[in-house]
T-cell receptor, first 116, second 114 residues
Framework: DVKVTQSSRYLVKRTGEKVFLECVQDMDHENMFWYRQDPGLGLRLIYFSYDVKMKEKGDIPEGYSVSREKKERFSLILESASTNQTSMYLCASRGAGTGVGNTEAFFGQGTRLTVV | DQQVKQNSPSLSVQEGRISILNCDYTNSMFDYFLWYKKYPAEGPTFLIS?????DKNEDGRFTVFLNKSAKHLSLHIVPSQPGDSAVYFCAASLRIQGAQKLVFGQGTRLTINP
């Protein structure tokens, strides 16, 4: 069974704290993604990565950074958490190529982050 | 710049009838389109996809139609069942050199009434 695991389901952090959200996949996928989900805005892409140490900015990268030191792990970092970063964060992974089994992305269960 | 748009935030359908969810996109370079279903407090789960070189893909009760000239796709669910009540997201894939970018729409909340 394919698996994308996010380290926490719920997190509460204080304004100004440095926050790490971890994501691990066991499918040997090249591509990994971080999204945030907010009511009425859908899933917005923060950062994505297509290989170890490679990263690309998504549509809303401000206030975030990422790290991909190993193929299976993609970390999202909030350098100085702010209340407007309170959201549901979703990690996904996807294989390279266009064959069967590579077109869909698999998601983790999500991390509900509250910044107070 | 919202490249993938779902203009209906919600849709209510009678059980047994057809549900039609719509999605529009702006970038003609998208090579794959996908539909996901999401329940509260869970990650999205994949439903069905379609390549940009096709115009229809069917999987059981789910059919996706792609109209490239209109930059529009739709998901048909027939017959609709109460368990189909969820938020549905349309997504599109774009290759940028070595990377794959996957962008999503805002979602449509589908409610199936018994």
């Amino acid at each position: 069974d394919v698996k994308v695991t996010q380290s926490s389901r719920y997190l509460v952090k204080r304004t100004g704290e440095k926050v790490f959200l971890e994501c691990v996949q066991d499918m040997d996928h090249e591509n990994m993604f971080w999204y945030r989900q907010d009511p009425g805005l859908g899933l917005r892409l923060i950062y994505f990565s297509y290989d170890v140490k490679m990263k690309e900015k998504g549509d809303i990268p401000e206030g975030y950074s990422v790290s991909r030191e190993k193929k299976e792990r993609f970390s999202l970092i909030l350098e100085s958490a702010s209340t407007n970063q309170t959201s549901m964060y979703l990690c996904a992974s996807r294989g390279a190529g266009t064959g069967v089994g590579n077109t869909e992305a698999f998601f983790g269960q999500g991390t509900r982050l509250t910044v107070v | 710049d919202q490249q993938v748009k779902q203009n209906s935030p919600s849709l209510s359908v009678q059980e047994g009838r057809i549900s039609i969810l719509n999605c529009d996109y702006t970038n003609s370079m998208f090579d794959y389109f996908l539909w996901y279903k999401k329940y509260p407090a869970e990650g999205p789960t994949f439903l069905i996809s379609i390549s940009s070189i096709k115009d229809k893909n069917e999987d059981g009760r789910f059919t996706v139609f792609l109209n490239k000239s209109a930059k529009h796709l739709s998901l048909h669910i027939v017959p609709s069942q109460p368990g189909d009540s969820a938020v549905y997201f349309c997504a599109a894939s774009l290759r940028i050199q070595g990377a794959q970018k996957l962008v999503f729409g805002q979602g449509t909340r589908l409610t199936i009434n018994p």
